[in-house]
Structure formats: C-alpha cells, structure tokens
C-alpha cells in the first residue's frame, strides 16, 4: 500500500509542478508560441508559408520558422522556402517591436532571397532588420498580427 501511496503523490507532485509551470510562463496577456499561414501575390510571384512564431518573454528573444513555397507563374516554376530567423522583441502593450538577429536557410531551400524579398517584409529574410506588429487576441486560442491597421496573418496558438 506505501508504493502506491507515494506513486499517487508523486503523480500529484509532479501535476502541481506542471500547473504552476504553466501558470508562470503562460499569462494571458502575453503570446508564447503559435502557428499562421500567410499568402501574398505580387506581380506573378505567390508565397504560400507555414508561419511558426515562438516568443520566450523571459529573455526577450524568439525564433520564427517559415515552411511553404514560392511559386513563379512567369516562369511557371516552384521553389522551396524553409527558413528560420532568430529576432529580440520588446513588447509594450500590444505592441511587438522586433528585430530580427539572424536568419538561417536551410538546406532544402530552394527559393531565391531576392524574389522573396517582393513579398516579404526584409526582417523575415535578413539580420538586423526591425519591424513593429500590434497583437490582438481573438477568441481563445488566437491572434491577429497587424501591420499599419491591415492584417498580416492570424496565428493559432
């Protein structure tokens, strides 16, 4: 009956450190993590992405993964985007002003960074870029990034 009796607590134990884990890092007022898509067209150039953004409110950095492609109908082609930028962030209110530290493609990327850079803002594709978003929750689990009033994609946490 003891071995039972301290797994029982020990389940307990580790429950109650698990709740008061996510209790401290996970404030409302605050985004961690969260997924988006995002698609833009310009001129005969789509970028479709899979947008992963986390945010670590402890040390005021965060990492924001890109996964999708490019697809070029002047020249009917289809390349791969799979990058990764590392940014710092200071939030004020709803404000997020970040500015990205450096980016990484990977391997697999196929894409070109100059034919990106028509649809993407230059802080997904470079380091020491800045850009400011206002974070507005939606519902429960979501969020709206806001560039100058216009939504820029909406994220699922």
């Known amino acids: 009956m003891t071995k039972i009796y301290k797994l029982v607590i020990s389940i307990l134990l580790l429950l109650s450190a698990g709740c008061f884990y996510l209790a401290y890092t996970n404030n409302g007022d605050h985004l961690n993590s969260c997924v988006g898509r995002y698609a833009a067209t310009k001129e005969a150039l789509t970028v479709k992405l899979l947008l992963n953004v986390s945010f670590n409110k402890h040390k005021g950095n965060g990492m924001l993964l890109m996964e999708g492609k490019l697809i070029d109908d002047k ?16 939030k004020v209110d709803n404000n997020y002003f970040l500015k990205s530290t450096s980016t990484f493609v990977r391997p697999d990327d196929t894409a070109d960074t100059e034919l990106l850079k028509l649809n993407l803002p230059a802080f997904f594709l470079y380091g020491d870029k800045t850009t400011n978003y206002l974070v507005y929750k939606q519902g429960k689990r979501g969020y709206v990034f806001t560039i100058s009033k216009s939504p820029f994609f909406y994220c699922l946490v």
């Open 75 to 90: 020249n009917k082609t289809t390349t791969i985007v799979d990058r990764q930028t590392q940014f710092t962030y200071d």
